[in-house]
């Protein structure tokens, strides 16, 4: 079974084409600047490299694009459209309604719409993506796979705010946690390393890339997630604040900022970038550090002490755990951040171990002493697969 993963954004497209049950990759690609005067279409298969560079009106427009490199008679990775036999979809919120993976139908695609107003950036864009792979190829079997599914589980105790409970009951003010789709995958990766059956495994995910969130995980399921009502809460991100006083957005208010110019501000002009008026890129902020740059130096520290917090806070809510996993660009790749976050935690069972740390750059392994109680795993993540496998299941099941 050939699936097509879509993940569909405001303006960019990026889709993976895989063999399924293998999972062996066909092509992978991205339309990027949909909507603009300068789109640019890419895709890379065992064929060979596309490049496009024509106006895209629209997500429709850009489906056609994608629906063309992938037939592309000599480059492409299938001769006709019909070799495509599902679509699995990225959504990014399914609030309460969906606590895993769906075939999509008028009733999905409703209930997804009903969640627009909780990630008004993300799934409106999402659904945009649904309607341009139906029109592609009617009657093609399409899937959803939210952000949220896999967070479903917390209890009450981590997922409710300690807001009037009415707030909860009319307007459904909850944690809902985002990155699902990776913590679920790495989980499953790192009780396989480790040797644990996954429904007994008990660890602390860390996906750290531009947005970052963590997930603690009992007996394979997210018990809390840093990440709440929207992405905006918990961890220092490349440019979102994360956890803050809630009143300071009163005072701000109050002292003539608007509701947009917090909203832009906290997701768009704060973490790092904020911190260090220099980059969102950690890649970056390492260099100027380095080169002794401190507020560079500061906001890193910043970062790390956030994420060691939740680690502590994640290990009591756990009473102790298998290993703590890192993934996303930051944990797969930066030895600095790790070493940041991870050392200094040997008292309370992880012992960091700065060779094999050095060595593990772009692949996956234990980074922690032979002798540590605690493992610390770096885990590549994977949605598209972990999309890939959920639209196989689901499709084949009902084949
Ligand atoms: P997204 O959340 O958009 O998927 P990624 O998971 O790709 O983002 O993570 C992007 C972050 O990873 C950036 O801050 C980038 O600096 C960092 N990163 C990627 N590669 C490296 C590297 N080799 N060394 C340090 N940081 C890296």
Same mark, same amino acid.
């Given at each position: ?101 769906? *075939?999509?139908?008028?009733?999905? %695609?409703? $209930? @997804? /719409? +009903?969640?627009?107003? =909780?990630? #008004? *950036?993300?799934?409106?864009?999402? %659904?945009? $993506? @649904? /309607? +341009?792979?139906?029109? =592609?190829? #009617? ?14 589980? =917390? ?53 750290l ?117 890192l993934t996303g660009g930051i944990g797969e790749n930066s ?26 750059v772009g692949c996956g ?13 770096v885990v590549p993540t ?18």
């Amino acid at each position: 079974m050939n699936v097509l993963v879509i993940n569909c954004g405001s303006s960019s497209i990026k889709y993976k084409f895989f063999a399924m049950p293998e999972g062996k990759v066909l092509a992978s690609g991205s339309v990027e600047k949909v909507g603009e005067s300068e789109s640019k279409s890419k895709q890379k298969s065992a064929a060979g490299e596309i490049v496009i560079e024509e106006p895209i009106s629209d997500h429709s427009a850009g489906l056609a694009v994608i629906r063309r490199m992938l037939t592309d008679p000599e480059k492409g990775a299938i001769r006709d459209v019909s070799e495509i036999d599902a679509c699995g979809h990225r959504v990014v919120h399914g609030a309460e309604r969906y606590s895993d993976s769906v *075939l999509i139908d008028e009733g999905v %695609l409703e $209930g @997804i /719409r +009903a969640c627009n107003d =909780l990630a #008004p *950036l993300h799934n409106p864009p999402n %659904l945009t $993506g @649904i /309607r +341009a792979a139906m029109e =592609l190829s #009617p009657g093609l079997p399409q899937v959803a796979c939210f952000d949220t599914a896999f967070h479903q589980t =917390l209890p009450e105790k981590a997922f409710l705010y300690a807001l009037p409970h009415e707030i909860y009951e009319k307007y459904r003010v909850r944690r809902y946690g985002f990155h699902g789709t990776s913590h679920r995958y790495v989980a499953k990766q790192a009780a396989e390393m480790l040797g644990v059956a996954p429904e007994k495994a008990d660890l602390i995910t860390c996906h750290l890339g531009n947005g970052c969130s963590m997930a603690a995980i009992k007996g394979g399921h997210s018990v809390d997630t840093s990440m709440g009502l929207t992405p905006l809460e918990g961890l220092v991100m490349g440019t979102r604040s994360g956890d803050i006083d809630p009143a300071i957005i009163f005072y701000l208010a109050r002292k003539g900022f608007s509701v947009d110019d917090l909203d832009a501000m906290m997701n768009r002009k704060s973490g790092v970038l904020g911190l260090s008026e220099i980059s969102n890129d950690i890649r970056t902020l390492c260099e100027q550090a380095d080169g002794g740059n401190k507020k560079a130096d500061l906001a890193l520290d910043i970062f790390a002490y956030r994420v060691k917090k939740y680690i502590g806070s994640y290990l009591a809510v756990l009473n102790g755990c298998h290993a703590v996993v890192l993934t996303g660009g930051i944990g797969e790749n930066s030895t600095a951040m790790r070493e940041r976050i991870l050392s200094g935690l040997d008292q309370i069972g992880l012992q960091f171990d700065a060779e094999k740390n050095q060595a593990m750059v772009g692949c996956g392994g234990a980074i922690s002493k032979e002798s540590s109680p605690i493992k610390i795993l770096v885990v590549p993540t994977d949605e598209e697969v972990a999309i890939a496998r959920d639209t196989y299941k689901l499709v084949s099941k009902e084949a």
